[in-house]
Each structure stands twice: as structure tokens, then as C-alpha cells.
T-cell receptor, first 113, second 117 residues
């Protein structure tokens, strides 16, 4: 089946620390991979995406590389800011007779000043 | 970029009443819209997939008679929670699929917080 597993949170970091949030997936076919961010009280926003193996998605200092050999799409940022505090969701989209998006459980990030 | 709106953003209703939530794609045509439910501090649970002009496809365990979905046009889908009860209180989020986006990217609405008293 199709599923997304991401590291449990919460993750607490100091400002300017390095961030990694692990995400692995299982999928039939060739999924597109996404990271979404949800700020408190808001809906989801697309952070970055990758549509095929070895693609690197990047945005606002965040990046993730589509690794087919390890079925992973880990999110990284070199220096986090307080404003990055949010919940991050890894997701994949597959065509199962219609496109469907599967979300991971979400990882809450707290960044301290 | 593509924008999806939801209305209302917050609604409080009494137990037993029905509530309608609208989801609109503002600057693109959405062949498919999705309705999700999110419990506090949890992930999104797909409730149903709504295709313009046809009946919605509900996920297992979602009551189709309780959560009525209508997708009458390429820019509007509605979710009606019928005979709402306190356990229906949740954050409901819709998303729309831009038919021209090759990566099947979904654009999410800001969500509607429903509280049933």
C-alpha cells in the first residue's frame, strides 16, 4: 500500500541550529513527494516538492531530495529561525485510479530564541 | 499562485443542526476537490474526493449521509455536516487539484473550524 512515515515530534531547536526531519515512504508506482507546513491556526501551505528520483525541492532555505533507493524525502534547513516554528507534513501523491495524497502524521517544530 | 478559499473560517452551531462549508478555487479550475478532517495535533484524514459533476467518493468509515458533498462547478465544492453532534467538532480543510499542474499539486484552503455545542 501507500504510506508515509515521518519522525515523531516535537522537535525543539535553538535559533540557527540545523534541522532534519526524516520522512520515508512506501508507494505503488511513482509518487510525487511534498512537504507542507502548517502554522498555528492555519491551513496547509506547500513548502516544496519533487516529482522524480534525485530531484531536489527547495524553498525558504528548506530542501529535500527525492531518494528512490532509500524511499526517503528528508527535510533539512541549515539555520532555523523562530518563525519556522510550525507543524511539517510529508506527503506523497499517487495515481490509484485517481490522484490521492497520503500525509504523514506531522512533526511539530519549536524554535527557541 | 493558485488560491483556494473556504467559508466560513469558523462556525459554532447547536447539536442537531446542519452546517454548510464552501470551498472555492479562485483563479483556476479544479477538476477534483478533496475534503479532509484534522483533529487537534493530528494529521489530515481524507474524508472524500469530489469530482465536478459526479458523486463524491468517500473513504472507508466516513458516513456519506452525514457528510454531504456537492461539486456543482469547477470552482465550488460544498461540504454539509448534517445533524451535527459535538463529536463532529473539528478542523475541516479542503484542497483543489489544478488540472494543469503536472505534479498533481494540491492547493489547500485555510480551513474551517467547526464547533458543535
Amino acid at each position: 500500500g501507500n504510506s508515509v512515515t515521518q519522525m515523531e515530534g516535537p522537535v525543539t531547536l535553538s535559533e540557527e541550529a540545523f534541522l532534519t526531519i526524516n520522512c520515508t515512504y512506501t508507494a505503488t508506482g511513482y509518487p510525487s513527494l511534498f512537504w507542507y507546513v502548517q502554522y498555528p491556526g492555519e491551513g496547509l501551505q506547500l513548502l516544496l516538492k519533487a516529482t522524480k528520483a534525485d530531484d531536489k525541492g527547495s524553498n525558504k532555505g528548506f530542501e529535500a531530495t527525492y531518494r528512490k533507493e532509500t524511499t526517503s524525502f528528508h527535510l533539512e534547513k541549515g539555520s532555523v529561525q523562530v518563525s519556522d516554528s510550525a507543524v511539517y507534513f510529508c506527503a506523497l501523491t499517487v495515481n490509484t485510479g485517481g490522484f490521492k495524497t497520503i500525509f504523514g502524521a506531522g512533526t511539530r517544530l519549536f524554535v527557541k530564541a | 499562485g493558485a488560491v483556494v478559499s473556504q467559508h466560513p473560517s469558523r462556525v459554532i452551531c447547536k447539536s442537531g443542526t446542519s452546517v454548510k462549508i464552501e470551498c472555492r478555487s479562485l483563479d483556476f479550475q479544479a477538476t477534483t476537490m478533496f475534503w479532509y478532517r484534522q483533529f487537534p495535533k493530528q494529521s489530515l484524514m481524507l474524508m472524500a474526493t469530489s469530482n465536478e459533476g459526479s458523486k463524491a467518493t468517500y473513504e472507508q468509515g466516513v458516513e456519506k449521509d452525514k457528510f454531504l458533498i456537492n461539486h456543482a462547478s469547477l470552482t465550488l465544492s460544498t461540504l454539509t455536516v448534517t445533524s451535527a453532534h459535538p463529536e463532529d467538532s473539528s478542523f475541516y480543510i479542503c484542497s483543489a487539484d489544478d488540472r494543469l499542474a503536472g505534479a498533481r499539486e494540491q492547493y489547500f484552503g485555510p480551513g474551517t473550524r467547526l464547533t458543535v455545542t
